[in-house]
C-alpha cells in the first residue's frame, strides 16, 4: 500500500519563475493538505483541496494556489517566485471525517530553493 | 485560534535515561492532539495522537504521551531512550477544519 508520493523530491528554480509540485495521496484518502515548512521551522499550513476544491486556507498570498484532480492528487503551485519561498514542501493526506482519528499521512516532501 | 508551544529547541538525553519533550497547547474546544517525528531530509512521521479517552497514549517506537486537561500540556516520554530516537520532534494540534498547526519542534539527541 503506497503512502503519500511527492514530485520532485528537489527543485532549484530562479526568482521570478513559476513551479508545480505533485502530491499523490495514500490509497483510500481523498483529502490533500499542503504545508510549508522553512529551514528550522514547524510545518505551515498553506491550503487544503477536498472535492477538487479549496476547502481552507492558511496566512499565504494568492501566489500560492492549487488543484486537485478526480483522483484525488493535488498540485501546489506557486507563482512569482521569492528567495523566501525555498522550503520542504509536503502534502499530507486524510480520509474525510476519519483524518482526526487515524492521524495524517505525510509524504517525504519535495525541497524548493530558489535562487 | 488554537496553537501549540514547545518551550525546549534541544533536548539531550544519555541513552537509557528516559527522555520528555515538552508540549503545551491552546485550543477551543475537544483538543485532538499529535505528535510527529522527522528524520533529517524527510517527511513527517506519525507517533501518536490523543482524541479522548485514557490520559496516557501510547504510540509506535515505544513512545508515549501524557495528556493533562488542567496544564494544558501534552508532554511526548519514553522510558529508555535510544541513540536512534534522535530526530526533530513536533506536537501537533487540529483546528475545527480539521488541519493540523504544528509547534516548532524539539530536536532530540540521545547521547551514546
Known amino acids: 500500500d503506497a503512502g503519500v508520493t511527492q514530485s520532485p523530491t528537489h527543485l532549484i528554480k530562479t526568482r521570478g519563475q513559476q513551479v508545480t509540485l505533485r502530491c499523490s495521496p495514500k490509497?483510500?484518502?481523498?483529502?490533500v493538505s499542503w504545508y510549508q515548512q522553512a529551514l528550522g521551522q514547524g510545518p505551515q499550513f498553506i491550503f487544503q483541496y477536498y472535492e477538487e476544491e479549496e476547502r481552507q486556507r492558511g496566512n499565504f498570498p494568492d501566489r500560492f494556489s492549487g488543484h486537485q484532480f478526480p483522483n484525488y492528487s493535488s498540485e501546489l503551485n506557486v507563482n512569482a517566485l521569492l528567495l523566501g519561498d525555498s522550503a520542504l514542501y509536503l502534502c499530507?493526506?486524510?480520509?474525510?471525517?476519519?483524518?482526526?482519528?487515524?492521524?495524517?499521512?505525510f509524504g517525504s516532501g519535495t525541497r524548493l530553493t530558489v535562487v | 485560534a488554537q496553537s501549540v508551544a514547545q518551550p525546549e529547541d534541544q533536548v539531550n538525553v544519555a541513552e537509557g535515561n528516559p527522555l520528555t519533550v515538552k508540549c503545551t497547547y491552546s485550543v477551543s474546544g475537544n483538543p485532538y492532539l499529535f505528535w510527529y517525528v522527522q528524520y533529517p531530509n524527510r517527511g513527517l512521521q506519525f507517533l501518536l495522537k490523543y482524541i479522548t479517552g485514557d490520559n496516557l497514549v501510547k504510540g509506535s517506537y515505544g513512545f508515549e504521551a501524557e495528556f493533562n486537561k488542567s496544564q494544558t500540556s501534552f508532554h511526548l516520554k519514553k522510558p529508555s531512550a535510544l541513540v536512534s530516537d534522535s530526530a526533530l520532534y513536533f506536537c501537533?494540534?487540529?483546528?475545527?477544519?480539521?488541519?493540523?498547526?504544528f509547534g516548532t519542534g524539539t530536536r532530540l539527541t540521545v547521547i551514546p
Open positions: 490509497s483510500g484518502h481523498d483529502t
Open positions: 499530507a493526506s486524510s480520509s474525510t471525517g476519519t483524518g482526526s482519528l487515524y492521524g495524517y499521512t
Open positions: 501537533a494540534v487540529r483546528d475545527m477544519g480539521n488541519n493540523l498547526f
